[in-house]
């Protein structure tokens, strides 16, 4: 019994925009139709790899960048990486044949050198407006040689890579599910303001300021429509997009909007697809939108020619021509009987080339040839790759290294952390302790100012009391004084001394008064 096949690949990007859920399909027909096992290495976290996860796939993230706008130490940062996580997790690597993915990146030609298996690079771009590190030309070469065989997603991508001889070529048309939508009827009442869609990544590649530029040319001309620009873009790209949709007025009629899961739904709902990609090898998002049966409009390069006839399945326009894209606008609006037709015919063609069996079966076919094959031998190897596996095994070395020597750091750092934890630990224990006494003697002396404020008032009744006494007893000395003087008169001095001993016995004497004093002046305080 034939063994599974084992099959690793690497991605560009970790989004879910055309060239991902291409791949997405693919490895679906491979672990349903063949039972293949895949591990797909992807450049950072992203919701594809939810997606892959539910297909069975094992996913493995290594941030690797593009050979697009690199110096060579930014390759070779990337080379480290992906040569240092082949030796430490080789198991995660374990494979028949690698496969890559895009132009965009080298790095399943490496990890195949390294792991010396065959290798398949499925080119899915012309390259011609990618910034790459390498002439064109160059790069073909590399791809050429490092590769057992070659894919070519269109006649136009084939055309990019006509060095490489037919032998090792082959052209492979992704298949789109039949499980899309249908476009809304074109019958009754059209909208006030027809509604244009362009799904895609936000790119100067991807040409939207042309439909922007359209967008405006039309109203100018009384004919507002709404354009939505759905896909991921950078920050720069939609500065850049919405600095057009500014300057232009247009803001009411275009939405920047994000990427959406339910794309196919929106393409259903349009009047037109545009596509304004430039040099695209072969837009996923044409072929669905004729599956769909949504009218389409292109640039006139690329896969666009191949696919859309002009004329026969849809429009096409110069690319960087807005007026020529705001003419064929008005022609698919105005010409409902010709643009019907299209439309039928371009589902047709679609459907024609939207094969499954021409899809996973066929690259399947060529991985499992592949398998047990030597890794080919590139002149490459005294080049680009060379340079690259050396400068990232020196790399690796160094990293390794470093990564020792940060390990017994962190191991002192944290036992030191676990010492200043401890200390600090002691010192908020005893922080709790100070601070319990602290509160018990603020309860103390809230206390004592309470007792004290207690006596005070206390002490304030008697002087009060004093003084009320004292007054009393004056004012009493006084009148007896005043009715012994009266009496004094009245009964004459023959009875003078006996009045005399009745006051004294009546009032205290000077030292019987002294002592009075003396004792209330003791028993109330000072003052």
Known sequence: ?????????????????????????????????????????????????????????????????????????????????????????????????????????????????????????????????????????????????SSNNVIAISQAVRAVLAAIADEKMSIVHPYIP??????????????????????????????QEDAIRAVAILASRGRPVDLSLIGPGTDLDIQRLAAVVAELGVGEHVDLADFRDDILEVVADADIMVDCTREAALDRVLTE????????????????????QEGAHGLLYTPGDPDDLARAIEVVLDDVAGTSARVLRAGDFARMRNKRERYGAVVYDQLRSLAGRPNPTPSAWSGFFLDLLTHAD???????????RLAAALTEATGQRDAARAENHQRAAEIDRLFAECQQVSATHAELAIRHRSLETERDEIRLAFDRLARQ?????????????????????????RIRAMRDQLLPSGTRRRRLYSWLGRTIGPG
């Not at 769909?292 to 896969?303: E, K, L, Q």
């Not at 020196?394 to 020792?404: H, L, R």
């Not at 000395?477 to 004094?488: M, Y």
């Open 289 to 308: 939108s004729m599956l769909i049966g949504t009218p389409v409009i292109a640039a006139r390069s690329g896969g666009a020619i191949e696919l859309c």
């Open 178 to 207: 039949e499980s899309v939508p249908r476009a809304r009827g074109r019958e009754g009442s059209p909208r006030e303001r027809p509604r244009l869609v362009f799904p895609g990544s936000k790119t100067v590649q991807k040409g």
């Open 1 to 145: 019994m034939t063994e599974p096949l084992r099959v690793l690949v690497f991605m560009h990007c970790s989004g879910l925009v055309g060239a991902e859920r291409s791949v997405l399909e693919l490895v679906h027909e491979l672990r349903v139709d063949h039972d293949v096992s895949v591990t797909v290495v992807l450049p950072y976290e992203g919701p594809m790899r939810e997606r892959l996860e539910e297909e069975g796939a094992t996913v493995v993230i290594i941030d690797l960048g593009w050979w697009c706008d690199f110096d060579q130490h930014r390759l070779w940062q990337s080379a480290a990486r992906l040569y240092g996580a082949i030796r430490e997790r080789p198991a995660d690597f374990d494979a028949d044949v690698v496969a890559t993915m895009s132009i965009t990146i080298p790095w399943g030609a490496l990890a195949a050198s390294v792991l010396r298996r065959p290798h398949v690079w499925y080119v899915r771009e012309t390259g011609d407006y990618l910034p790459l590190v390498f002439p064109l030309h160059r790069v073909v070469e590399i791809i050429d040689e």
């Open 473 to 497: 007893s004056s004012d009493a000395a006084r009148a007896f004084e005043a009715h012994i003087a009266a009496t004094e008169a009245t009964l004459g001095w023959r009875n003078l001394q």
């Open 394 to 404: 020196t790399a690796w070395e160094m990293a390794s290294g470093e990564t020792t």
